[in-house]
């Protein structure tokens, strides 16, 4: 990722909603947007280009959603950015990957101080490179007293792997006597989850066209409406991003119940 990124707080324009959100109730805008940020390379590939330029052009786009995301108020941006099951792509990507992680972290920390944006990176992060993970502390630990969005990035993320990790510790808990079997609940579980102290994502936007969650967030996502668009992410615009917003905003939330008898 390069300086020019210009990444900017989550203050609405005080002119209000931009012209592709006309109509959408300010109240309707979701607090917490999730991305699958699929298809990279196949665009890549589909250009004649290597993958990795898919990854370069990715990221000019993870710096467009953040922006217009911070533009319309949205608190909260979650991006999968690494699975842990990409450590079976091939050796010279994943390396690409680490190279790219690096750059952001060197680059952009300056952009993220000025720019009042709260970093978060969740996912094992002690099989990352340690000069990788050394990085992502420094750069976290800079941003924590921010107030604006906040950007999240899952990196060598798993959902599988962070309710097991949340599981262990809460056994470990009740081990030693710190938790009761009887204390635990819905809550207690989601503060044992790499996401602990955050919203659950209220739209989940998937790129490429796939069908699948993914193993991504499988726990927050249970209330999580769904968007999925046929562009892979490097084409990805803020038009999407606005489209996903207005379909979201037409849909009723009813978190299992019924529908109100006005509505019927």
Request: glycine share 8%; with cysteine.
């Amino acid at each position: 990722m390069t300086r020019s990124s210009k990444l900017i707080q989550p203050t609405p324009d005080p002119a209000g909603l931009p012209e592709g959100l006309d109509g959408v109730p300010p109240d309707s805008i979701p607090r917490h947007i999730a991305m699958i940020m699929d298809g990279n390379g196949r665009w890549a590939q589909r250009q004649g280009k290597l993958r990795v330029e898919g990854h370069l052009r990715g990221a000019e786009t993870v710096r467009k959603m953040t922006d217009a995301c911070a533009r319309i108020g949205v608190r909260q941006l979650t991006l999968f950015c690494l699975s842990s099951e990409n450590w079976k792509r091939p050796a010279e990507e994943l390396d690409f990957l680490m190279q790219l992680l690096r750059q952001y972290l060197s680059q952009e920390q300056g952009e993220l101080v000025r720019n009042n944006i709260r970093l978060s990176v969740i996912g094992r992060l002690e099989e990352l490179p340690d000069d990788v993970r050394t990085g992502i502390e420094q750069t976290v630990a800079s941003c924590e007293s921010h107030t604006g969005i906040r950007l999240c990035l899952a990196i060598n993320y798993g959902s599988r792997r962070e309710i097991i990790d949340a599981a262990r510790e809460i056994a470990r808990k009740v081990q030693i006597g710190e938790l009761s079997i009887g204390g635990i609940d819905e809550q207690v579980f989601s503060d044992h989850l790499y996401t602990a102290g955050m919203p659950d994502p209220d739209l989940l936007i998937r790129t490429a066209g796939e069908m699948r969650i993914s193993n991504y967030l499988l726990w927050q996502i249970s209330y999580s409406e769904l968007w999925v668009t046929e562009k892979m992410w490097p084409e990805m615009g803020v038009d999407d991003l606005y489209q996903a917003i207005r379909d979201y905003s037409r849909r009723e939330r009813r978190y299992g119940g019924l529908k109100t008898p006005e509505n019927c």
